[in-house]
């Protein structure tokens, strides 16, 4: 119920900022670190692997390569979730806002495919559709912060929004986009395709995200705002920090990321598909909380989000591959890595008080 | 639920300056237990927007469980003409939005015009039973002359049918039926039948026997069960087996195509073949298969027809699709109320039967069961699919 207290934000700004600081206090720091318990953990799953029904499966190429897809997929759009949970809001319309911006992209692309060499039709798609997101972003950010509305209800109202637009878009139908091999491939091929090191686009995309997320996270100025608006916003905006525009930078990475996962998701399918990222976005807030992320706000790493999708991925793959009713354990088991991660974040709070 | 209230509270009452503190440790279990609300209510949307599952959706009464043959005529009151001549107002309640609505709509469209009768229909804006109650409450307030509804939750809504018809209003069941309700027609697909009819298929493809994998939204369904068990029973004692129970995937297009990636990577060669028994399995099945390049090695049998499996099966990677008929039930329902407005229950369905069965259905006392196509590459595609340009439908 308490804030965290100023202390535990300078660590956490500090942390951000410099994760790796000197000597023992480093080691220290490491093993204390929420990364450090998730890569702990994933460590201690693919030990046990070789001793079940799936150590011939687990380990291959093709099932990593799957891991790696997935885990890019839901990253790409779980690393703008985080960002706003850092500045201590909440962006739930990403699931709705993956079905939107799919659905618009293949509805571009179908409209000006007809009329355009296909390149330029693709790019011309993207563009929009990733400056779409970016306005509804912008739109989320100043009724939050001009209105003063809660994120909770601002983007709640977006999720039931957006999904009803993508249904009304093409009557309920999805909308095919397999005429665009070269679309499909950015979600489904690979680079080094057929070699032992094949690399997922995806996961070249995520990487780019990734890093520069990370770095406008602990390098730019912009990223300490983001964590001092999370950690006391009053006294953020009282030191003259021009609060709104941190926040426009936080939903608005959140709704491009969300649209670029929605050109990926429907790359990924062949199709901008209505019903598609159904309740996704609770999957990226479970990422990002596992990472370490707090809903308080304040805390919370592109790398602990990345480490807590795989966690999840890893997870789900360990699961079908073993047991032969796989999906009736499947929310027993991410229940209660979920209901762990908080718990071990909790204490490590008290420790540190 | 209190934690809601006392986030909605604090909404109301606190400081709009500082937004972050809304979300305090308190009321974050408020905000994961909404949300998981809505995502649970979104999920049940898509088992009927990917038309798979038209059906029951859960619904603990089986729509085509073999057993559930006709009850005995459940008035006589309705064998009388109700309303001989005059506008007659029906409305038809799905049990949500979907594109397989979409073709029952235009099913609906047909009789409309061919009789003249006044049809619209509507669907519950959340798949839930309470929503769907309003809707229908709101039917029998504008005072129709004639309900066809598929409930979300047959016992449940079983009070609620039984209502309209003590008040006079003639109401029927189509796709998912309420069978212990005083509804006085069932018209839908019996998805035993179905499965059975896609198990054939398959031993067709299996001359020699074979292993498949199945997958499936929840097996919690009714209609899933009907279809799966129907399937295992038409491949009893052709050597065909199943490598183990279906992959679930809950309605999400994404972790349905995961799932038969694992499918591929936990079993391998030792696949024969796929079976996908909700309507967006079959397309899953597909990319992933063409992805792998298993295609020559393996068979797709699947259900119902997306836009993606009716371009698949043009394309010949699908070997049996077997596709339900929404374009029927929404023309029956509306020509078998609007008939029975004028003649009575019983004459209106013995006008109707020589009809019904011409088209290979089977009329079994109040039971329609509209069947279903089984449809392969070749002929029989090219077949299908202009009979549904001609319908104006873009999927079924």
């Given amino acids: ?353 | 639920m209190r934690e809601f209230l006392y986030y909605l509270r604090s909404v109301r009452a606190g400081s709009p300056s500082n937004p972050s503190s809304l979300l305090n440790p308190r009321s974050i279990a408020a905000v994961l237990a909404l949300s998981a609300a809505l995502g649970l209510a979104s999920c049940k949307d898509k088992s009927s927007d990917t038309s798979s599952a038209p059906p029951s959706g859960g619904a603990p009464t089986a729509a085509g469980a073999p057993s559930s043959g006709g009850a005995p005529l459940a008035s006589t009151a309705f064998d009388k003409p109700r309303k001989a001549e005059g506008d007659v107002k029906i409305k038809i309640i799905t049990n949500g939005i979907s594109p397989f609505w979409d073709s029952m709509g235009k099913g609906m469209d047909v009789a409309k015009n061919e009789l003249k009768v006044d049809a619209s229909w509507q669907g519950p804006r959340q798949p839930d039973n309470n929503a769907q109650k309003g809707v229908f409450d709101d039917a029998v307030a504008a005072g129709v002359d004639g309900i066809a509804v598929s409930p979300i939750q047959a016992d449940a809504f079983t009070p609620v049918i039984d209502g309209a018809i003590d008040k006079g209003i003639p109401v029927i069941c189509f796709d998912s039926d309420a069978p212990k309700s005083k509804r006085l027609v069932y018209i839908g697909t019996n998805n035993y039948e179905a499965g059975k009819r896609a198990g054939e298929g398959a031993v067709k493809l299996f001359p020699a026997g074979g292993k498949l994998v199945a997958f499936v939204g929840n097996m919690s369904a009714q209609n899933a069960n009907d279809r799966y068990n129907g399937f295992k029973d038409a491949i009893k004692g052709h050597n065909i087996e199943f490598l183990q129970e279906p992959f679930q995937d809950d309605k999400d297009a994404g972790r349905a195509r995961r799932n038969v990636s694992d499918a591929i990577t936990k079993y391998g060669d030792k696949i024969n073949g796929f079976v996908g028994l909700y309507s967006y399995n079959g397309p899953a099945i597909v990319d992933e298969v063409t992805k792998n390049n298993m295609r020559s090695k393996v068979k797709i049998v699947c259900f119902d027809g997306e836009p993606k499996t009716l371009e698949n099966l043009k394309n010949g990677l699908v070997d049996v699709t077997v596709v339900q008929k929404p374009f029927e039930f929404g023309r029956l329902s509306t020509k078998l109320l609007f008939l029975l407005n004028r003649k009575g229950l019983k004459a209106a369905l013995d006008e109707m039967k020589p009809e019904l069965e011409k088209a290979g259905m089977t009329v079994k006392d109040n039971n329609i069961d509209t069947g279903v196509d089984v449809i392969t590459p070749g002929e029989s595609a090219t077949k299908f699919l202009q009979q549904l340009k001609e319908k104006g439908l873009e999927s079924t």
């Avoid at chain 1, 480093?26 to 998730?38: G, K, Q």
């Avoid at chain 1, 997320?213 to 990223?223: D, E, N, V």
């Avoid at chain 1, 006294?235 to 670029?260: I, R, W």
């Avoid at chain 1, 805390?299 to 009713?325: D, H, M, P, R, W």
């Fill in chain 1, 1 to 353: 119920m308490s804030r965290p207290s100023p202390s535990g934000t300078q660590d956490a700004l500090r942390a951000a900022a410099h994760p790796t600081g000197g000597g023992q206090n480093m080691m220290a720091a490491m093993l204390r670190s929420r990364e450090f318990s998730v890569v702990a953990v994933l460590v201690a799953l693919c030990l046990l692997m070789p001793f079940t029904s799936a150590r011939d499966t687990f380990f291959t190429h093709r099932n990593i390569e799957n891991i790696l897809r997935s885990v890019a997929l839901l990253s790409v759009f779980a690393i703008g979730e985080t960002i706003v949970i850092i500045t201590g809001g909440i962006d739930l319309s990403l699931g709705s806002l993956i079905a939107f911006t799919g659905m618009l992209m293949a509805l571009l692309v179908t409209k000006l495919g007809a009329n355009l060499v296909t390149g330029p039709a693709i790019l011309i798609s993207m563009v929009v559709t990733l400056i779409a997101a970016l306005l509804i972003g912008g739109v989320h950010a100043t009724l939050i912060h001009r209105l003063r509305l809660p994120p909770f209800v601002v983007t709640l109202a977006s999720l039931l929004l957006l999904r009803s637009q993508s249904l009304l878009m093409n009557h309920q139908l999805p909308i095919p986009i397999s005429d665009y091999p070269s679309l499909g491939a950015l979600a489904n091929g690979n680079l080094f395709d057929g070699k032992a090191f094949s690399i997922p686009y995806p996961i070249l995309i995520l990487i780019v995200v990734a890093v520069a997320a990370h770095f406008a996270l602990s390098k730019l100025r912009i990223g300490r705002y983001i964590y001092s608006v999370g950690s006391n916003e009053q006294a953020t905006e009282l030191s003259g920090v021009n609060v709104y525009k941190v926040k426009l930078f936080a939903y608005g990475a959140s709704a491009l990321l969300g649209g670029l996962a929605g050109i990926l998701w429907a790359a990924y399918g062949g199709q901008g598909d209505p019903v598609a990222g159904n309740a996704y976005e609770l999957d990226a807030v479970a990422a990002s909380v596992v990472g370490g992320a707090s809903l308080t706000g304040g805390q919370g790493s592109v790398s602990g989000t990345l480490l807590g999708a795989t966690l999840l991925y890893v997870i789900f793959s360990a699961i079908n591959l073993t047991l032969s009713s796989p999906d009736l354990w499947r929310g027993t088991v991410v229940g209660g890595v979920l209901l762990f991660a908080v718990l071990v974040t909790a204490l490590q709070q008290r420790r540190a008080r």
